[in-house]
């Protein structure tokens, strides 16, 4: 069965894109756009080993289906001492989420506008939201990037009326676990054998919204 994604309300959503400055970093986020999807698709798998990144066509899944959330964050321009940093009007969408179509993956900071990372979350059953997959690519990491995607995913969920989130996440990946317990997840319990392909546990984490 296809779904239509769920239409948000302007009015309760924050005005996008968000500037968000570290060092000499600055970091714009915003909603999902359809020309993202090969590039988000390729930091995937830069990010995870094969077996633990999502397919194309379970990446699509998550993003299209409905009640989904999906943030992209930009590398903006890099700081400069002699004015402020420009930031460009969000391009509003017909919703959260939306097709697919193709995109050049490009990891540089400098470049203006190009994707540092992203979020995936879906709302189940209104009442518990999920965190599908949160990814930065190498250059944008340790500069905040995580915490700002998860706080406005949460955020999300919350308008949705979700009252807690979940996610699993290996057991030896050490800074996704600094990250979630850094932002309040606590490990529910081990999921033996979740990445069957490398005979690897994961967490179950959890926490209130």
Request: glycine share 8%; hydrophobic share 40%.
């Amino acid at each position: 069965m296809d779904y239509k994604p769920l239409l948000v309300r302007e009015e309760h959503l924050r005005v996008l894109p968000w500037k968000f400055q570290t060092a000499d970093v600055q970091f714009n986020l915003r909603d999902y756009r359809a020309a993202d999807f090969e590039r988000l698709w390729q930091i995937d798998q830069l990010c995870f080993p094969q077996g633990i990144s999502y397919t194309q066509m379970e990446l699509s899944g998550f993003i299209t289906r409905r009640n989904a959330i999906t943030l992209v964050a930009d590398f903006g321009e890099l700081h400069s001492e002699q004015g402020n940093l420009p930031v460009s009007r969000l391009q509003p969408s017909d919703g959260l989420n939306s097709g697919v179509a193709g995109a050049e993956l490009c990891e540089s900071a400098a470049d203006s506008q190009t994707i540092a990372g992203f979020i995936v979350a879906h709302a189940v059953r209104g009442k518990a939201g999920r965190i599908l997959t949160l990814d930065i690519v190498p250059a944008a990491r340790r500069l905040g990037l995580g915490s700002l995607l998860m706080d406005e995913c949460e955020r999300r969920l919350r308008w949705f009326g979700c009252n807690e989130v979940y996610l699993e996440t290996a057991v030896n990946n050490q800074p996704a676990l600094r990250l979630y317990r850094k932002l309040g997840y606590r490990i529910l319990r081990t999921l033996p054998d979740y990445y069957a392909t490398h005979s690897l546990d994961a967490f179950l984490m959890g926490k209130p919204l």
